[in-house]
């Protein structure tokens, strides 16, 4: 079976804080930022309850993800929410999609 990598952002109740990361398993990945919202609160997206999936998308190959990753860290605010919206029109919280 081939790994599937993915790059996703995440999102707190409200739609004011977004989170950007890579994974190769986005299930572990979401469960571990809502752990870090309840709990310990060190982490960007548990301190900021980042914990709603509202992007992703799905690489074959970890460079490729990275890459992504990257380039999407840099992009403004705006440029991140119309990519989200194209995506996800409602922002929708799309956990359920994924487990």
Excluded at 48 to 56: E, K, M, S, T
């Amino acid at each position: 079976m081939q790994n599937k990598y993915f790059v996703y952002i995440t999102t707190n109740q409200y739609r004011t804080t977004l989170y950007i990361g890579f994974t190769n398993n986005i299930q572990t990945r979401l469960s571990q930022h809502y752990f870090d919202s309840q709990n310990s609160k060190k982490s960007f997206a548990g301190k900021y309850a980042c914990v709603y999936l509202v992007y992703y998308e799905v690489f074959e190959f970890p460079k490729e993800g990275i890459h992504r990753e990257k380039q999407l860290k840099k992009w403004s605010r705006r440029k991140k929410n119309m990519l989200i919206t194209d995506f996800n029109p409602k922002w929708e919280t799309l956990n359920s999609q994924v487990f």
